[in-house]
């Protein structure tokens, strides 16, 4: 297959409903690259379970409640191909193979082999510490040179380019050594100023209802030092700030209500208020296009079904070459 332009394999691991975090930190800059790339968006489900093996009865209902949310933020199956990664098992055998490649000294190192154990408490699979190569089989099996990622992945960034290199050195040339594209819009806090995660119960899901988004967002942490509304606050490391600069189209209006917040004369009550109807506004066509969705989950499962079959050939091809590279064809 001659590759005209650039090839993109990005994707999420199925763990429930996504979140603004995810609406302005990956989709809409994968749906802006839909027009310039050969994109591969993955539902990552093998992934799914280096993290929670326990719950098998939620994969299918998240994997449902993902493409929903991929295809109402603007994800397109007439410009991408969707996959379901458990459906091409070609990614778990080119897995299989890089782990020949991959020494467990360096599969430790990977930063966020430890944060994860640190931060979920868990006691290590083997799934979790080859996470990394099992991504990497996920990128390079569809040869892809540029993958959408936060600053916290590019480490397995830099791991696949190892593998491919290293495979490349000691086969012959077969896989490009990708690059990680950072994504422009820095990481969302949560509504607890934590980091946002559906497991801490911080977030705004895409599906939440106005309702449900104003709750969130009259809860929202502030500036804890600030008593009464006449204090100076600061802005600063203030989730609501952050919220208003990124869904808050009215500039003048942000840097107002800065202004008067670091003079105290304005309470967290209007500048969350505000918050919210500009939130909801934001997000109202979005969730008018998830209604429809949500109709019609037929059309959402034929989406999935038919975009990993487009992937099929391209997967076996790749393996197959691999294969015979390393003497087993």
Not at 273 to 300: F, I, M, S, T
Request: proline share 5%; glycine share 6%; hydrophobic share 35%.
């Amino acid at each position: 297959m001659v590759l005209t332009k650039g090839r993109i394999l990005t994707g999420h691991r199925p763990t429930g409903p996504r979140h603004i975090g995810h609406l302005v930190g990956t989709l809409e800059q994968w749906g802006k690259m839909q027009d310039d790339y050969e994109c591969y968006f993955l539902i990552a489900d093998l992934h799914v379970l280096t993290t929670d093996f326990e719950h098998p009865g939620r994969i299918q209902s998240n994997i449902t409640d993902v493409m929903v949310d991929w295809l109402a933020s603007g994800l397109d199956p007439a410009k991408a191909t969707f996959v379901r990664q458990s459906a091409l098992m070609e990614h778990a055998q080119l897995s299989l193979l890089f782990g020949m490649l991959t020494t467990v000294a360096r599969l430790e190192r990977v930063p966020t082999y430890k944060e994860q154990i640190q931060q979920l408490k868990l006691n290590p699979s083997l799934g979790l510490l080859t996470y990394p190569v099992l991504q990497s089989a996920d990128i390079l099996i569809y040869k892809a040179n540029l993958v959408p990622v936060g600053e916290d992945q590019l480490p397995h960034i830099e791991l696949t380019r190892e593998i491919a290199r290293r495979f490349n050195t000691q086969y012959g040339e077969t896989f490009p050594e990708p690059e990680g594209l950072l994504t422009k819009t820095a990481r969302l806090p949560g509504t607890d100023n934590r980091t946002m995660h559906n497991s801490y119960g911080n977030t705004i899901r895409l599906g939440d209802t106005s309702e449900e988004t104003t709750k969130k967002v009259m809860s929202m942490y502030t500036d804890p030092t600030r008593l009464r509304a006449t204090d100076p606050g600061t802005v600063e490391g203030n989730p609501v700030f952050e919220y208003h600069e990124v869904f808050n189209p009215n500039t003048d209006e942000v840097e107002d209500f800065k202004t008067r917040y670091r003079q105290g004369k304005v309470g967290d009550v209007e500048v969350k208020r505000r918050l919210a109807e500009a939130l909801n506004d934001y997000l109202a066509p979005l969730r008018a296009r998830r209604v429809e969705l949500q109709k019609d989950a037929g059309y959402v499962v034929k989406v999935l079904d038919e975009g990993t079959e487009r992937a099929r050939p391209l997967v076996q091809a790749t393996l197959r070459e691999a294969m015979e590279k390393m003497g087993l064809r």
